[in-house]
């Protein structure tokens, strides 16, 4: 339990600034690593710093970081709390950085269940603590099944038992040498094994980090001919989150581009502003336009006016959305209705953009159609793609050691003990870490005995 | 008057009341027959992969299979010496009458140990604590502490294709009752299935047609003594053969003759993954087109050949036509057939690491009985089972290895934290720090154990003592002797070859270049050491990065192991508990932060919650 922990301690997106925390004895080490500014290990204890976090070389993130050095912090441990002001990619960028540099991501009520331990806390909150745990260890397991019925996790899941074919070769070409006709692991295979690994590895990272909603935001467009109430309608989301808007040059009269926090989820708004322009007629909708902004983004707000009859051009891009998340939009829903919508198997939401009618139905209708109503603002939802990618690059890096160790042709079998890890800092992603797996998988795969 | 009993005379019943007499407890040894004492009832080897170290271990804590075995060698070999030293591990071919005469000898040397032909039947148990046990006739004899080291005795059926018969090894007399006694005592007795292949007269076969498998031609010891009794040209050859076409035929044929197939309907008994019989692997690798044999010499003084890799529990006339079928066996005279044979166990998660039993104070059990399988599997519980029935004995606190010690402490953890399924062998991969757990460091990590409680002489002690210090200071030399790139010297790298200096390095930097060995660094600083000790420094300095991860790893489990949970943890205190992991705690009853955490369904969450308990309850410094 020396382990020193991280994790994200304010609700992601939300607020203007996030806190990420670090607790254990390595903190101030692990910190500096990361850090460009005072010599963290020489300034005093309960002060605060300003500077940069860093990857090499690259600035991430301008920062205040303030330093506790045990015994008085909250865990009776050295603390150190980063206070970012990035965003929800920049935040997580920070942790990743700090699991990357050695830091173990706290599991839920983990500093809690630290100040307690270490005597910071009254034996009668232990109770609660304990409650949390659970509570907390429950719906992040939820959300990991959740998370991990995916490509992705089946991609990892293959990887394994690719791993596990040359694991359990060698294993058996250690423990019964005798055995002449069974495939000996060369310095050769493993090499390809690792040149798969590699690939592998780098191409989940990518699909991850691409397919991560929570991590990069959704992309949203709002559709519709002009005049229907889109500006008014993003207007209006943005109103309740102006904290967080950080508004693009547009015309006084089209904020168009801007992101919107649903409940810590981020929306990131695509500037539609210029379908207008490529049609000169006022009453019209660019369909080739509006197709191209549809085909690139994650969600779809489509808003029709409610005074008016449908449109062809309405129509065709209606035909043409296909499976792409949707949510149609009835604007000026206090006015009279003349709009006949076609059947369709799309959410309606009527709203009064001008009223702020409706609005809070589109909120928990977008979050229905993302699953959103698991992830809670609390850490760990985010936390756990963060956590799969810092084990991934872990892995990377345990693959470079081993084309390390192949170019100075250790023997397979020093090789495998990384491979292992591999094995097993994958299994953590999945859940898999039964300690039986790989006797089964040696005796399942060759035939040995007396 | 009579402190320790032990009931069973194999290997794991030898290292046990030798390890009680030798602490100068006055111990008896009860077996259903002198002539079995230390009986190698299967193959007639000792050692192998993981097998091998651990009689290094045993040898390093004082134990006796290693010096015995370098007593009786028809053949010896170092496996993977092509791979790390992490994998290296001796194998031997034992002489089976050799062996045990070599043990017998020591057993009857021991001054506080008596050895008594009977079959125990039950226990004297009183108050939960064993007094003594009650032989087949009636018998009772009491004693403070009883170590069952029974092997494939309690109930043993052997089976030969539809034939179930009760009966030991050799047709021995099985015990009857005590598996039953033990049940009603409060243990779960499983039921563990193993086998044996056929034993065939050496002179009725034509070893031309096989393939010759000959010892090392360097001199190797399992002990530390080093004390060496057998000659290098002087080995007796293994030979290898493969089955046929017509084999595979035969038994495809008979399949449901077989008792496991078919043959017997009644068979509860699990058998080995590991060791899987002949039908097995033609039932389960139906692609694979042979399989490998091994013609094992058993003894100089009789002509049976132990076929490894052929055992069976097929009828006897299907095993006179396999055997038939295989090269150079066309001939063959069987003079054993093969069998397989069930026997009672107990739940080894009712173990604690001492081997002590959770259920009978002063109870303690090793080997078969465990459910483990291996003549090196079950003496080295028994040498545990016997220094801390001993040590109780003494009011001393148990030897307890842990998993980045030794390959014991891997296997008791394993027993009494995960249990077992079918009979457990060691394996390599069963190790999570082997490069800690080598063959050439074993004195290195546990002669310190051996020596204080009393199983390693003073003069044994002070060599380890001297090797020791030997090493550290040379590795102290290598790190502060350079040698600089002089003509001289890059003429000697090429021819190495290794790349040419381009700066002053130590020795020690040297040493880890890849092709280099000590005898290159004798080259430049001659040291007078034996090569047990350049063994432990050229591994110590060319893994030093991956000892030092696997050092590190293992300190985070030395630290949880270290998280003691008292005896009277109540769980059904601690909410939140997941009900699984409530039902295997109980069970288990794990004594650690550690153990806990490597019970199969108890999570991360769980621990927290009995760390989180344990501090409120006992106000522990965890």
Known sequence: MKDTIAAISTALGVGAISIIRVSGEDSIEIVSKIWQGKDLRKVPTHTIHYGFIKDQEEIIDEVLLTIM?????????????????????????????????????????????????????????????????????????????????????????????????????????????????????????????????????????????????????????????????????????????????????????????G????????????????IRKTEDKVESIGVKKSLEWIEKADLVLFVFNNQEEITTEEKEILSKIGKKPTILIINKNDLESHLELPELSLPIIRISALQNDGIDDLRKQIKTLFHLEEIEQSDYTYLSSARSISLLKKCQNIVESIEEGLKQELPVDMLEIDLKNIWNLLGEITGETYTEELVDAIFSRFCLGK | MLEVIVVGGGHAGCEASLACSRKGHKTLLVTGNKKNIADMPCNPSIGGSAKGIVVREIDALGGEMGRNADKS??????????????????????????????????????????????????????????????????????????????????????????????????????SNHLSDKLRDYGFDIIRLKTGTPQRIDKNSIDFSKTKEEQGDSVYHTFSFDNEIHYKIEEQVPCHLIYTQPETHQIIRENLNKSSM??????????????????????????????????????????????????????????????????????????????????????????????????????????????????????????????????????????????????????LIDDLVTKGIIDPYRLLTSRAEYRLLLRHDNADMRLRE?????????????????????????????????????????????????????????????????????????????????????????????????????????????????????????????????????????????????????????????????????????YHHES
């Open chain 1, 259 to 274: 992101d919107v926090s649903i409940d810590g989820i981020l929306l990131h708004m695509v500037d539609t502003a210029g």
């Open chain 2, 261 to 410: 197939y078919g043959g017997l309907t009644d068979i509860k008994g699990v058998g080995p993954r590991y060791c899987p019989s002949i039908e097995d692997k033609i039932v389960r690798f139906a692609d694979k087109e042979r399989h490998q044999l091994f013609l094992e010499p058993e003894s100089l003084y009789y002509d049976d050949i132990y076929i490894q890799g052929f055992s069976t529990s097929m009828p006897r006339d299907v095993q006179e036509k396999m055997v038939h079928s295989l090269p150079g066996l066309e001939h063959a005279k069987i003079l054993k057939y093969a069998y397989a044979i069930e026997y009672d166990a107990i739940d080894s998660k009712q173990l604690k690491q001492s081997l002590e039993t959770k259920v009978v104070e002063n109870l303690y059990t090793a080997g078969q009985i465990n459910g483990t399988s291996g003549y090196e599997e079950a003496a080295c519980q028994g040498l545990i089972a016997g220094i801390n029935a001993a040590l109780k004995l003494e009011g001393k606190e148990p030897l307890i290895l842990k998993r980045n010690e030794a390959y014991i402490g891997v």
């Open chain 2, 73 to 174: 060698l028809l053949q010896i070999k170092m496996l993977n010496v092509a791979k790390g030293p992490a994998v290296q591990a001796l194998r031997a071919q034992a002489d089976k009458i050799t062996y045990p005469k070599n043990m017998v000898e020591t057993l009857e040397a021991e001054e506080n140990l008596e050895i008594r032909e009977a079959l125990v039947e039950d226990l004297i148990i009183e108050d939960g604590v064993v007094k003594g046990v009650v032989l087949e006739n009636g018998e009772k004899i009491f004693a403070q502490a009883v170590i069952l080291t029974t092997g494939t005795y309690l109930k043993a059926d052997i089976l030969v294709g539809d034939t179930r018969t009760r009966e030991g090894p050799h047709g021995e007399k099985p």
């Open chain 1, 69 to 257: 050095k045990a015994p008085k912090t909250f865990t009776k441990e050295d603390v150190i709390e980063i206070n970012s002001h990035g965003g929800i990619a920049t935040t997580n960028r920070i942790l990743e950085l700090l699991l990357l540099n050695g830091c173990r991501l706290a599991e839920p009520g983990e500093f809690t269940k630290r100040a307690f331990l270490n005597g910071r806390i009254d034996l009668i909150e232990a109770e609660g603590v304990m409650d949390l745990i659970s509570a907390k260890t429950d719906k992040s397991r939820n959300l990991a099944l959740h998370q991990m019925t995916g490509q992705v996790s089946s991609l990892i899941h293959d990887l394994r038992n690719r791993l596990v074919d040359v694991i359990s070769n060698i294993e058996v070409n250690i423990d019964y040498p005798e055995y002449e006709d069974i495939e000996v692991v060369t310095n050769e295979k493993m090499k390809e094994t690792i040149n798969y690994l590699k690939e592998e590895i780098q191409n989940i990272l990518k699909k991850s980090e691409t397919g991560s909603l929570i991590k990069e935001g959704i992309k949203t467009v709002i559709v519709g001919k002009p005049n229907v109430g889109k500006s008014s309608l993003l207007n209006r989301l943005l109103e309740e989150e102006k904290a967080i808007v950080t508004d693009i040059a547009g015309t006084t009269r089209d904020i168009v581009e």
């Open chain 2, 449 to 617: 154990y051996g020596y204080q409680v009393g199983l390693v002489s003073q003069e044994k002690y002070d060599r380890f003592l001297a090797k020791k210090k030997k090493i550290e200071e040379t590795k102290e030399i290598l790190k502060t002797t350079k040698i600089t790139p002089t003509e001289e010297t890059q003429q000697y790298l090429e021819t190495i070859p290794t790349t040419p200096l381009k700066d002053g390095i130590t020795l020690y930097e040297f040493l880890k270049r890849p092709e280099v060995t000590f005898s290159h660094i004798q080259h430049f600083l001659p040291l007078d050491i034996d090569s047990a000790i350049e063994e432990v420094i050229t591994v110590d300095i060319k893994y030093e990065g991956y000892i030092a991860k696997a050092n590190k790893e293992a300190l985070k489990m030395v630290d949880l192991d270290n998280k003691k949970i008292p005896e009277d943890i109540n769980y059904d205190a601690i909410h939140n508990l997941a009900s699984e992991a409530k039902q295997k705690l109980k069970k288990i009853m794990p004594t650690s932060i550690g153990q806990a955490l490597r019970i199969s369904g108890v999570n991360p969450a769980d621990i927290s919650l009995i760390m989180i308990y344990l501090k409120k309850e």
